[in-house]
Structure formats: structure tokens, C-alpha cells
């Protein structure tokens, strides 16, 4: 039977979408394709929200709350406050509560997005899936066809070849909320964003760490001050940060792990977690058959509309590498729908993605990088404003962090910022309107902000950055 839908005073057939994978790639793109009338289904085996709600995104920043909860109580005797016990703390970690909170925080999330996919009369198919033409999906015994199909399936971390995760002792990020205990020394390979993020959380949490990073700092490709101001935080905290060792296996010993260094020292904890890159859930899935174009590294390749080579199959999120972040993986999502579905449609941009690292401080950034800026790729002005002149801060015992802001010269728009900060994730988002909407410093100067209050630093790091000309000054 076929089903009309009435849109613009225009009677036309529904298209037929199919969705391979229910992260924040497949799902959003869902809403949106439900939203213009096409007729959707979802398919997804592990439950919708994807690796992003079950896994990963969700469950680490929730890991994160309780961390940064033990931060502020660190910081209680340097506010006037006395803890009972003296030195010794009257927090402590119970970490099947805590895992347990994680895992059901997550369970929910991922149950409230598959009733409001479901609401918008979407159809969720639980199933493997995979793809059996360019115009159908194979999804366990049932057969779907599509006018259209989106790829969304996700990536999976990437383990060592002599460091298998054993999800006990050696894990990956996503085996670490079955634990039964807080790690008592736990040994972090790769101090990228997540090496970093879970480093600084079970630091603050109790676990005695060492981060065993294979390059001169850690976060080696974010704004070199702020990788700085955090890897100063890291070792005063108690951490011990090993730069230039790259792991080359990691082993059981007894009741701990043993990780090797290519140089030949070992470091030995009660578990290693193993932050090494993620790799594209794109195999064994159809593509090749269908002619899908995959790169080197086995990513899908897109265009900035997430057309893949074969016409009508499209792809988003971590399964094409663009930049592998919840909001990215949706935005590539929609616009495969405005797109396919002939709504006008702006190609991506990533310059204007806001992202943050969850360390404690926080690091958030848009636009231009300092990078770009000192290879004399883009012409800014640039100035850093640090926190700890700012009175909120000083009131909350906060001292480390700045707040960056990149202006193009003459014109005075805001082509960049890094803010570190806690909750550095909310005070990005002035930057991100500015660059979003052609802003310039000016604007962001003239705009009130609170007394007191941590975005004070942002306008006032504007107003630093602004240029007088002559007849201002006279
Ligand atoms: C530890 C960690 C923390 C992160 N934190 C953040 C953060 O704070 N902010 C942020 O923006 N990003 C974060 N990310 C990145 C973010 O999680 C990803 O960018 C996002 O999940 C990508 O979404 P996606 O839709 O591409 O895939 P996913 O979320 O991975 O979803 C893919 C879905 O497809 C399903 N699937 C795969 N293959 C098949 C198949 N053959 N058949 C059926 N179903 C299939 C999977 O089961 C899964 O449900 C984090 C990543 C990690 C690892």
C-alpha cells in the first residue's frame, strides 16, 4: 500500500528512509526525516542514543559530575570550611553506586530518546544490520527497503596488538562502569580528550594515576596554554605524567597490570585504561558490495553533505571520522536529510564546532586555533586574559585557567576563542555566537555581563582585544 503525505498543497509519495545505527548520527537525523513527512526506520542493536548514551559521551560526563563534586569538596578547607577528620576525607567513593548511577542514568536516556523517536512515528528495529544493496538494509530476519539509506553506525576503541582489554584489569572506556572498585592505581595510555577526561576524573575520584602519554605533552593536537595549564593542574594534583613513552603491550601480573614503554621501562598499576584511537564501525557491513567508498583508515568517505560515492546512500557521525563528537555526528545526520528530502541545506562547517574537554579545569574552544594563528595562516589579534584576577574566581578558590579570544585585525570579529575554566562549556557559547554570527569584539564589550560573575572575563578579555583608531583616542 502506498502512503500519501500532504505537504505545500503538493500530494506526493513519502520517501523511505532507512537508518543504519540509532547514535546521535542515525537518531536526529531520524526526527528530522520524520519531520518532513518521509517514512523512517530505524535500525540499531545495542538501543537508541547509540554508543554516545550507552557507552561513552553520557556515561563519562556523568563519571565526571561525581568527580568534579570530590574536586570542590578538596578545595572546602582552603574556603573556610572544616572537614570532620581532619586530613582524612569523609567522602569517599562507592563505586558500585557510583557505576550503578552511571549505567541506569544512561539506560534512561537511551529509553526517553527511543519513546520520543517513536512518538514521532518512527520505526526502531533492534537488530544487527547491514547493508545488502544501496537501496536495502538487511536488518536480522527482516528485509527493508529504502529510497534512501543513512549510515550511522559508529566507532569502537582500538586496543594495543599485545594489550587485548580483558575487561577486568586491562580495559577500554567502555568496560570501566562494570567495575566493582575505584582503580587504586590506575595506568592511562594515550592522554588525548579521553585519556585526559578519565585521568583527571579518577585522580579527583582517589585512584592514584600515571598518564603515559607518547608525545611532548598531553593533548598534543588542543591550544598548546591550555594543554599546559592542565597538564601543570595534573602533576601538582599528584599525577604522574609520563610524556615522550609510548606503550608498546601491556600485560596481566598477578592482582595488576604491567604496561611496557618502547624504551623498555615498565610501569606497573592495579589496571590500565586504554585510550588509543577509535576505529569505524564499517566492517563486514555491505559497504564494499554496495560500492561504498571507504579511506585509508576505513572511514566512510563523505562531502559536506554527507553524500557517500553511491547515490542515495548517505553516512554520518564517527563511521566517517569528520570529527568525531556527538554534535558533529548529528548535524552530519541532519543535513543528509534536509538534503536528501531536496530542503535547502548549508554544507557543514566545522570552524564554527564548539567542543570542550572535560578535565578538571575545563578546556572549551571554537574557531580558529593559536596553532593557525603562529603559522601566520590567519592574521588575529590575540589576547589571553588569566582567571585568577577574575573576583567570581578568586571567591571560589579558582586559579587556574584563561580565557582566549582571537579577533580578526581592523574589523575586530571574533574568529576564535579557548576558555579553561570550570564549566568552560558554558562560557564558550558568547564566542560561539559571535563567530556564528558575525560578531565583533566590540560587541561582545559593549554586552553586559553579570558582577560577579566567570563570563565577566569574557567581555572583559574583549574589551582588551579591541583596537582604537586615532580618532577615538582624540
Ligand atoms: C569516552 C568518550 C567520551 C565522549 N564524550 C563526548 C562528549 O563529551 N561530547 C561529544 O560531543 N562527543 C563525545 N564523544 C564522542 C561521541 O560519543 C561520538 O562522536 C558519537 O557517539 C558519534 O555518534 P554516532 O551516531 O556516529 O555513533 P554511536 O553513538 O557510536 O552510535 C552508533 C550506533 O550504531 C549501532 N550499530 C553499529 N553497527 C551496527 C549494525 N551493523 N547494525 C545495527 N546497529 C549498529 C551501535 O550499536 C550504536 O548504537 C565521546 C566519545 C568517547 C569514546
Known sequence: MTVFVIRSNVTLPRTKITIL??????????????????????????????????????????????????????RAASLG?????????????????LNARIK????????????????????????????????????????????????????????????MPDGERILTCRQLYDMTELPEELVVVGSGV???????????????????????????????DAAMVIEDVFRRRGMNVLGRSRAEAVHRKG?????????????????????????PSTKDIGLAEAGVQLDARDFIEVDRVSRTSVPGVYAAGDCTGVLMLASVAAMQGRIAMWHALGEAVHPIRLSHVASTIFTDPEIASVGVSQAAVDRGEVPARVVKLPLATNPRAKMGGIRDGFVKIFARPGTGMVLGGVVVAPRASEL??????????????????????VYPSLSGSVTEAARTVMEYGTDAIL
Open 255 to 279: 592482582d595488576g597490570v604491567v604496561v611496557t614503554l618502547s624504551d623498555g621501562r615498565q610501569v606497573a598499576g592495579s589496571h590500565c585504561l586504554l585510550t588509543v584511537g577509535m576505529a
Open 21 to 74: 545505527g540509532g547514535g546521535p548520527g542515525g537518531y536526529e537525523a531520524a526526527l528530522v526525516a520524520a519531520q518532513l513527512g518521509a517514512e523512517v526506520t530505524v535500525v540499531d542493536e545495542d538501543g537508541l542514543g547509540g554508543a554516545c548514551v550507552l557507552t561513552d559521551c553520557v556515561p563519562s560526563k556523568t563519571l565526571i559530575e561525581s568527580s568534579s563534586t570530590m574536586t570542590s569538596l578538596s
Open 428 to 449: 564558550i557559547l558568547p564566542l560561539s555566537i559571535a563567530i556564528e554570527q558575525s560578531l565583533s569584539v566590540d560587541q561582545i564589550a559593549q554586552t553586559f555581563s
Open 104 to 163: 541506569a542514568l544512561a539506560a534512561a536516556q537511551s529509553h526517553d530518546i527511543a519513546e520520543h523517536v517513536a512518538a514521532e512515528g518512527v520505526r526502531i528495529i533492534q537488530a544487527r544490520g547491514r547493508l545488502a544493496g544501496p537501496h536495502t538494509i538487511q536488518a536480522g530476519d527482516a528485509t527493508v527497503q529504502a529510497d534512501v539509506v543513512l549510515i550511522a553506525t559508529g566507532a569502537s576503541p582500538r586496543a594495543l596488538a599485545e594489550g
Open 194 to 224: 579521553t585519556g585526559a577526561e578519565f585521568a583527571s576524573a579518577y585522580q579527583a575520584l582517589g585512584s592514584q594515576v600515571t598518564l603515559v602519554s607518547s608525545r611532548d605533552r598531553v593533548l598534543p593536537h588542543e591550544d598548546k
Open 81 to 97: 570550611l572544616e572537614l570532620a577528620n581532619g586530613a582524612n576525607p569523609v567522602v569517599g567513593v562507592d563505586a558500585p553506586a
